[in-house]
């Protein structure tokens, strides 16, 4: 079953970032305007993706390698509306780190209000661990906790294939994240496939990027997991990422159904042997 996300909280980094006017809900500061959903930008400029890819090279390691931390929970019955003021607090929490985070978004299921999900690049692994330190009192104890046995992490590390950290198409003056959607997809090569769907990775990666209306298209792959790879994409609206898709059904050819990777277009399904996918509906904080 699709499942549906509605976005609390964000900060995406990028090379778009000085282009992102005061819509943009990587606000440091979160003052309102006049305009209700608007935000006005506050404090100083962060540190941006370009700025660490510059800090790798001086370092001499390499900026494709990132942290990815994937957190879901469970809110307790009636305290959804907690989880919501949480998710905004500790959006800011990671905004006061002037390094390392080059993305922070936290989304809320829309047919089951209760599960929060977030996604996060961090640079290295200390700074993710003292971002953990910070904001572990937070997820922890107290009437708003999540139902523990529902609470999940997943620490990994993954080489990134994409040539962008970020790429925003979309005209800054638009609030896109209200009506943009956003996708998380895993795929498993089939054996012996493992190079092929690595080299379809950063194929998709790259025309995702270059395909009018994408404003996100970011493709790993898990260093744990060989041959697994995992997609991060958001899209101006429904109507881009219909358009996305035929695009891809033209270039590799019709699904063979509707299910799993058999919707996939032909081309791409022959290199899976398994695929994951969520689509989730991005609106305004």
Same mark, same amino acid.
């Given at each position: 079953?699709?499942?549906?996300?509605?976005?609390?909280? &964000?900060?995406?980094?990028? #090379?778009?970032?000085?282009?992102?006017?005061?819509?943009?809900?990587?606000?440091?500061?979160?003052?309102? /305007? /006049?305009?209700?959903?608007?935000? #006005?930008?506050?404090?100083?400029?962060?540190? /941006?993706?370009?700025?660490?890819? #510059?800090?790798?090279?001086?370092?001499?390691?390499? !900026?494709?390698?990132?942290? /990815?931390?994937?957190?879901?929970?469970?809110?307790?019955?009636?305290?959804?509306?907690?989880?919501?003021?949480?998710?905004?607090?500790?959006?800011?929490?990671?905004?006061?780190? *002037?390094?390392? &985070?080059?993305?922070?978004? &936290?989304? =809320?299921? @829309? *047919?089951? !209000?209760?599960?929060?999900?977030?996604?996060?690049?961090?640079?290295?692994?200390?700074?993710?661990?003292?971002?953990?330190?910070?904001?572990?009192?937070?997820?922890?104890?107290? !009437?708003?906790?999540?139902?523990?046995?529902?609470?999940?992490?997943?620490?990994?590390?993954?080489?990134? @294939?994409?040539?962008?950290? @970020?790429?925003?198409?979309?005209?800054?003056?638009? $609030?896109?994240? +209200?009506?943009?959607?956003?996708?998380?997809?895993?795929?498993?090569?089939?054996?012996?496939?493992?190079?092929?769907?690595?080299?379809?990775?950063? $194929? @998709?990666?790259?025309?995702?990027?270059?395909? !009018?209306?994408?404003?996100?298209?970011?493709?790993?792959?898990?260093? *744990?997991?060989?041959?697994?790879?995992?997609?991060?994409? =958001?899209?101006? $609206?429904?109507?881009?990422?219909?358009?996305?898709?035929?695009?891809? +059904? +033209?270039?590799?050819?019709?699904?063979?159904?509707?299910?799993?990777?058999?919707?996939?277009?032909?081309?791409?399904? $022959?290199?899976?042997?398994?695929?994951?996918?969520?689509?989730?509906?991005?609106?305004?904080?």
């Amino acid at each position: 079953m699709t499942r549906t996300w509605r976005r609390l909280s &964000c900060r995406p980094g990028g #090379r778009s970032r000085r282009r992102r006017s005061a819509t943009s809900c990587s606000a440091r500061s979160r003052t309102p /305007t /006049t305009t209700p959903g608007r935000w #006005r930008r506050g404090g100083g400029q962060r540190r /941006t993706s370009r700025d660490h890819f #510059r800090a790798c090279r001086i370092a001499g390691r390499s !900026p494709d390698v990132v942290i /990815t931390w994937t957190v879901g929970l469970t809110a307790r019955p009636g305290r959804e509306n907690s989880w919501i003021a949480i998710a905004n607090e500790l959006t800011e929490t990671s905004n006061r780190l *002037d390094e390392g &985070c080059d993305i922070y978004i &936290c989304l =809320q299921n @829309l *047919d089951d !209000p209760r599960d929060f999900l977030w996604y996060e690049q961090w640079a290295t692994m200390p700074l993710l661990e003292r971002h953990v330190e910070r904001i572990s009192p937070m997820l922890a104890g107290g !009437p708003e906790g999540p139902e523990g046995s529902r609470l999940y992490t997943s620490i990994q590390r993954r080489e990134q @294939l994409g040539y962008e950290l @970020l790429r925003n198409h979309v005209s800054p003056d638009r $609030d896109w994240y +209200e009506a943009s959607i956003t996708g998380w997809a895993v795929a498993r090569a089939k054996p012996g496939r493992e190079a092929e769907l690595r080299q379809l990775a950063v $194929d @998709l990666s790259r025309m995702g990027q270059e395909f !009018p209306g994408n404003v996100t298209h970011i493709a790993h792959e898990r260093e *744990d997991v060989p041959g697994t790879v995992c997609w991060f994409e =958001q899209w101006r $609206d429904q109507s881009v990422l219909d358009a996305r898709v035929a695009s891809l +059904e +033209e270039r590799y050819g019709a699904p063979r159904g509707t299910e799993g990777v058999a919707r996939m277009p032909a081309g791409i399904a $022959d290199l899976m042997e398994s695929l994951e996918s969520t689509r989730y509906r991005v609106v305004a904080t």
